[in-house]
């Protein structure tokens, strides 16, 4: 009896998309931060640039066939460490910055014509912003993540509508679930922890997620119970934890995949 499980995409083979669909000369930037680097909408594509403060903006769909022309939206004097779309508005962009401000952009469906200036902005927060999103299902709410800080805006009031409980260092990722009714954490702290801030700043539930504090990532799984944690074990390994938010006492799978020198 074979012992070993036969994969049943052990014959599949990548189909790569046709020329005519890439997206090229795209001069992306290196830049170092806790937030995403690249992000699409239902009309758009957002990336780093090569340059500080800049974003580069391209149509998800090319013009007639055309080539896709890459604009560069100029939208703060410091890095750009994280951006969004909004859910409700896929031409509405919210950028947060090293220069400690947040930012939102009423951009074009074309990808051109890109504004001078901000139609809001959010702070100074007193530190770099380092993450933020989007609500998942109240349109114009945001939360942000500076320093051991995370805030959740009302973009139309431009103000905060909660300022949760510090962490005890950098916040290095947020996460809402899909339901909003909750937000996930990471920290260099090394803790995962689960608010609800309509009911208190305080978090509901906190656990050591990874034993290393190099960056770390967590992510809600869709709306259930469960979330998805990355990052880094004593020895620098690259882990993945599973948990279960009902049983937030230890993790459900551990994998590890492979290990960093850097």
């Not at 896709?68 to 508005?89: E, G, I, K, M, W």
Request: charged share 20%.
């Amino acid at each position: 009896m074979n012992r070993f499980k036969v994969s049943r995409f052990r014959h599949a083979v990548a189909k790569p998309a046709r020329k005519e669909a890439w997206i090229r000369d795209v001069r992306a930037g290196s830049t170092t931060s806790c937030g995403n680097h690249i992000k699409s909408s239902c009309h758009l594509i957002a990336f780093n640039a090569d340059s500080a403060g800049v974003l580069g903006i391209v149509p998800l769909e090319s013009q007639d066939g055309g080539k896709r022309a890459v604009s560069q939206l100029c939208c703060h004097s410091d890095v750009v460490t994280d951006f969004d779309f909004s859910p409700f508005d896929a031409l509405l962009l919210a950028t947060g910055s090293a220069d400690e401000t947040v930012k939102l952009w009423r951009l074009s469906e074309s990808g051109q014509d890109l504004p001078s200036c901000p139609g809001v902005t959010l702070g100074p927060a007193g530190y770099q912003v380092e993450t933020l999103q989007f609500h998942p299902t109240a349109d114009g709410v945001l939360v942000s993540g500076a320093g051991r800080t995370a805030k959740v805006w009302d973009v139309a009031q431009q103000k905060p509508l909660t300022a949760l409980e510090p962490h005890g260092d950098l916040i290095q990722s947020v996460s809402w679930k899909q339901d909003g009714a909750l937000l996930g954490t990471s920290s260099k702290d090394k803790k995962l922890r689960i608010f609800d801030p309509r009911t208190k700043p305080a978090a509901a539930q906190s656990i050591q997620g990874h034993e290393n504090n190099k960056d770390s990532r967590l992510l809600w799984m869709n709306a259930s119970d469960y979330i998805l944690s990355v990052g880094f074990s004593q020895m620098r390994e690259r882990e993945v934890k599973l948990w279960d938010t009902r049983l937030f006492n230890s993790s459900l799978v551990s994998f590890t995949l492979d290990t960093s020198s850097g």
